[in-house]
């Protein structure tokens, strides 16, 4: 079956402090890995994608398609960084259709 | 560009009742698809409409429907409402180009209270 697990629902870290927001995938096959990113009062927007393989506001996340993870990174948090993040994957390309985690909070404190 | 809008933003039905919620993608995208978000189950695919035709769909029952009009723009329907369909529906729209998934663009939702 496919599934997308983010084990944290919270993540408090300091700024300045790295962050790394776990993302487990379950998918028989090649799958596109995307990070969306809600902040407070905003719409959910693409952060990044797999296939990109680019840093967006100073995060990267990288395919292990061994571990089945997408772990998203940052070196140094922001006191914007403060939002919901969530892990998706898409089976298939051209398609609406993606597999959402249940969402990391990640609060970065001052 | 004007975002994906979607239309009403709250809605408050009495169990049994039906529900139209309407979404307006952006100018030129021509998929749309649809989310329930919830406490529980977090985002749950529902469908995705393409050119007018139903090109994939979620795990939810029959009493969930939609569809699409030839400018794109898509409605869900939602008939003998259940206490446990509150929640917070999202649409969200894209190119996809052939080949390449291409990032969905969401909406704010329309907030579903189902009483």
């Known amino acids: 079956a496919q599934r997308v697990t983010q084990p944290e629902k919270l993540l408090s870290v300091f700024k300045g402090a790295p962050v790394e927001l776990k993302c487990n995938y379950s998918?028989?096959?090649?799958?596109?890995l995307f990070w969306y990113v809600q902040y407070s009062r905003q719409r959910l927007q693409l952060l990044l994608r797999?296939?990109s393989r680019e840093s967006i506001k100073g995060f990267t996340a990288d395919l292990n398609k061994g571990e089945t993870s997408f772990h998203l990174k940052k070196p140094f948090a922001q006191e914007e960084d403060s939002a919901m993040y969530y892990c998706?994957?898409?089976?298939?390309?051209?398609?609406?259709?993606?597999?959402f985690g249940q969402g990391t909070t990640l609060q970065v404190k001052p | 560009k004007a975002g994906v809008t979607q239309t009403p933003r709250y809605l408050i039905k009495t169990r049994g009742q039906q529900v139209t919620l309407s979404c307006s993608p952006i100018?030129?995208?021509?998929?749309v698809s649809w989310y329930q978000q919830t406490p529980g189950q977090g985002l749950q695919f529902l469908f995705e409409?393409?050119?007018?035709?139903?090109?994939n769909k979620g795990n939810f029952p029959g009493r969930f429907s939609g569809r699409q009009f030839s400018n794109s723009r898509s409605e869900m329907n939602v008939s003998t409402l259940e206490l446990g369909d509150s929640a917070l529906y999202l649409c969200?729209?894209?190119?996809?180009?052939?080949?390449?998934?291409?990032?969905?663009?969401f909406g704010n939702g329309t907030r579903l209270t189902v009483t």
């Open positions: 969200a729209s894209s190119t996809n180009r052939g080949g390449v998934n291409s990032p969905l663009h």
């Open positions: 998918y028989s096959g090649s799958p596109e």
């Open positions: 797999h296939i």
């Open positions: 998706a994957l898409s089976g298939s390309s051209n398609t609406g259709k993606l597999i």
């Open positions: 100018s030129g995208h021509r998929s």
């Open positions: 409409y393409f050119s007018e035709t139903q090109r």
